[in-house]
């Protein structure tokens, strides 16, 4: 490589170029009336040339690159199609995972285009402005790219018809959608902490990363692919919230307080949310690449340490709390899929219980907790679904008032124990899961209070009737497709048909 | 001791000359295997040089082709023509 190309101008020359001096300072109309949102969180800035842009893709190559993308993307999905990619997967358990996430964190995507749109239109410096319009736009590209990835499944498997109206709906895709609203309702900077911040860079990898790999692992080429796709997007969203971070810290010491606040705040609710993944990874892949405690151990402790000592230098602490969820990383998946297994009847995918190599498998994983809480409780209600007694919870749990999951999840330091905290509020008692969800509420208690609890909506009338047929019709299930068990679905009845020709074959 | 930085890659034919730049310019980088990706740890900083890809593949290679097979990172990111650097700064 002797002759080196000549650039015109250097990679932070052309990022400067696009993203600055571009916008100016209003005249007609005072600066605080036109960039109404972005002072009244009490975050202070001084200069807002202040902001480095993390990455520095300039339009032209954030198209040149994003089409390249969606070219080797599109190629996969077709060849997917083409090939009957869905014959090829471990086995079609796995697709329940599939399930819960079109209808779980495809929604999200669409919810985070919105945010992004709003905010990178509210900050009036234009570095973030330009920084949250591009990720608006590979947002939506996420929404879309899963949503025609999964349609192949729709053609085959129950369930995944309907993704946006049950997100709407259903009781604990109120969990993911109830997260982005409250992060969406909050001002500019808060929503940068919780979606860029918390979400994407703290706790995004152990959504995208080990999964994918598990798709990988279980066969499934096409949810590989839009989850590779989308996560080249996440490495530039990372760099944007932790970007954020510092601008802030370093703008006014004043800061600090308010963003730490918010960090505790969204890192727990980040952590409730991602119960719902560590059930996928740990029950639901039937050839699994890591436990949900190892991937906690990879992505939290060891990355989030290394992060929160790199913040150190501003006064940041750790999360409050992230001793709790370290914790908790050796029993919520078990105890989010006892929760499914309950009530399976009123859910979109399908539970069952591990086999016996799989519970052999949880045990190894979990040495200090799987055989002394959990599998004797899966392996009784094995033992009472062979003896034609399947128990099914038929009343409604209560909801935490906060991350909205059922309250199932125990006191860490005595996990046979549920965790219940309650407060007091203009005479009304509010029932919340933890220490971490009760602050939050606490602290802003006429926000949550008008939380849209599936629960509460139901016994006041509002989810299509009294029985749960009615509320399950409301949410656009088939019931007898959709819910129950995977042993004897109509899932089941045509995989095991496939598998027949295939021996046969 | 240095907190590890962190970059993680497809397992794809992009992505494996970068990868082996990356083992080439930090000697003490651990590369770790999983299905269909490729994490690379390394203690305080990480460097992509440009000069090492383009010799590995024999043609000219824009550092910002790295996106196409990112898939995540640990670590602040310094990003410029000719190198694209991960570290902390504690």
């Known amino acids: 490589m002797a002759e080196k190309r000549k650039k015109k101008l250097g990679i932070k020359q052309r990022y400067s170029m696009l993203t600055r001096g571009l916008d100016w300072e209003t005249s007609y109309q005072p600066m605080d009336k036109v960039f109404p949102y972005d002072n009244y969180e009490g975050i202070i800035i001084h200069d807002w040339e202040g902001w480095e842009d993390p990455f520095r893709l300039t339009m032209d190559a954030y198209w040149k690159f994003q089409s390249e993308k969606e070219k080797k993307l599109y190629a996969v999905i077709d060849s997917f199609a083409q090939n009957n990619g869905h014959l090829g997967i471990t086995d079609a358990r796995y697709v329940n995972a599939i399930k819960l996430f079109l209808t779980g964190i495809s929604p999200a995507e669409y919810q985070a285009a919105r945010g992004f749109t709003h905010v990178g239109r509210q900050f009036r410096g234009v570095g973030p402005r330009v920084a949250c319009q591009m990720q608006a736009i590979d947002e939506l590209r996420h929404a879309q790219t899963q949503i025609h990835a999964m349609s192949h499944y729709n053609k085959y498997f129950d369930g995944l018809h309907s993704g946006p109206h049950m997100y709407d709906r259903v009781w604990y895709l109120s969990v993911p959608k109830s997260f982005f609203d409250d992060a969406r309702t909050a001002g500019p900077f808060e929503f940068l902490t919780s979606i860029s911040f918390a979400f994407e860079y703290v706790l995004t990898n152990l959504l995208f990363v080990p999964f994918m790999s598990g798709a990988a692992f279980n066969g499934d080429m096409a949810t590989v692919t839009f989850g590779f796709s989308a996560q080249s997007d996440e490495a530039r969203h990372m760099t944007l919230g932790l970007e954020v971070i510092k601008f802030m810290l370093e703008q006014d010491e004043r800061n600090i307080p308010i963003v730490q606040r918010w960090m505790d705040k969204w890192f727990w609710r980040g952590t409730r949310m991602l119960s719902l993944v560590g059930m996928m990874m740990d029950y639901m892949l039937p050839k699994r690449v890591m436990s949900w405690s190892e991937a906690w151990e990879i992505y939290f402790t060891e990355a989030g340490g290394a992060l929160f000592e790199d913040l150190a230098r501003y006064g940041i602490k750790p999360p409050k709390y992230a001793d709790i969820a370290t914790k908790e990383a050796e029993h919520i998946s078990h105890q989010a899929w006892n929760i499914f297994y309950n009530y399976t009847h009123a859910a979109g995918f399908h539970t069952w219980i591990p086999e016996k190599e799989e519970l052999d498998w949880l045990s190894e994983k979990y040495p200090d907790t799987f055989d002394k809480y959990y599998r004797k409780r899966f392996e009784h209600f094995a033992e009472e679904e062979k003896a034609g007694r399947r128990f099914y919870n038929d009343t409604l749990p209560m909801l935490c008032q906060t991350c909205q999951i059922p309250m199932g999840f125990t006191e860490m330091d005595d996990p046979t124990t549920i965790s219940l905290r309650s407060s007091e509020y203009k005479g009304n008692t509010y029932h919340t899961c933890s220490d971490g969800c009760k602050d939050i509420f606490d602290y802003e208690p006429e926000k949550y209070i008008q939380a849209w609890l599936p629960v509460h909506q139901i016994y006041q009338g509002n989810c299509g009737g009294a029985e749960v047929a009615d509320v399950l019709k409301w949410y656009n299930m088939n019931l007898g497709a959709d819910n129950m068990d995977y042993k004897g679905s109509p899932d089941q009845k045509l995989w095991d048909e496939w598998q027949a020709h295939r021996v046969k074959a | ?90």
């Not at chain 2, 290679?61 to 898939?71: A, G, K, N, P, T």
Request: glycine fraction near 4%; proline fraction near 3%.
């Open chain 2, 1 to 90: 001791m240095s907190r590890i930085v962190s970059i993680t890659l497809q397992n794809n034919d992009d992505a494996r000359p970068i990868i082996e730049a990356i083992e080439a310019d930090n000697p003490d980088a651990t590369v770790n295997i999983y299905p269909a990706m490729v994490k690379i740890d390394c203690a305080g900083r990480l460097i992509v040089k440009q000069e090492t890809v383009e010799e590995i593949i024999g043609r000219e290679w824009d550092v910002q082709e790295l996106h196409l097979s990112i898939v995540s990172l640990a670590g602040n990111v310094d990003e410029e023509d000719n190198y694209f650097e991960l570290k902390w700064n504690f």
